[in-house]
């Protein structure tokens, strides 16, 4: 988008009353300047859907939004607010690019809720630039169903109703089967 725009004789104002670039004006109503150093963490891509109770890959795709070449980035991440080894990418990744990371590993547990969040903690040897895009939050990770579960007061569910929901929230990783007690 920087720089890309076509120029307009007509237009020579920005939206917010800059003077737009007269040979290479940015696309869109508003002339703006990229920051140098910004890298967004874009998604979760694993652990997706997992039995637990083993140790799973946690990766990322992470962007370089910034102008300059991605050369070194500290990310960091917690689990339930515990923090996790940092991890340490050495890039390249060039302007607009994306690309997955692991950054690490994490044994969920299947009967346990999990908050994760992962965040830049600098890139090229200082900091983010651009703070909006630095952080995901994944709160309530749940493992995805396997096993035998039990239905009724003293079992895993209270209800056939709420084995349903999570079973449709959490997706199955190998075969469930539902006991209900008498």
């Not at 923090?83 to 340490?88: F, K, L, M, S, V």
């Not at 890039?91 to 950054?103: A, K, R």
């Not at 903690?121 to 630095?134: A, E, K, L, R």
């Amino acid at each position: 988008l920087s720089n890309a725009g076509t120029p307009l004789a007509a237009v020579t104002i920005d939206i917010d009353g800059q003077p737009r670039n007269a040979t290479t004006p940015d696309i869109g109503a508003d002339e703006f300047d990229l920051m140098s150093n910004d890298m967004a963490i874009l998604q979760l891509t694993a652990p997706v859907q997992t039995c637990g109770d083993v140790a799973e890959n946690v990766s990322v795709e992470i962007k370089n939004i910034g102008s300059a070449t991605l050369t070194s980035s500290k990310i960091s991440w917690k689990v339930n607010g515990v923090a996790q080894p940092p991890y340490y990418y050495a890039g390249p990744l060039t302007q607009g690019n994306t690309t997955q990371i692991t950054i690490g590993t994490y044994t969920f547990l299947s009967t346990l809720p999990y908050d994760i969040e992962i965040y830049v903690d600098s890139i090229n040897g200082g900091p983010d630039q651009n703070h909006i895009n630095d952080t995901i939050a994944i709160a309530g990770y749940r493992t995805s169903l396997g096993g035998t579960y039990i239905i009724g007061t003293t079992g895993d569910y209270t209800s056939i109703a709420a084995a349903s929901n999570d079973l449709m929230s959490r997706g199955v990783c190998s075969p469930v089967v539902f006991n209900i007690q008498s």
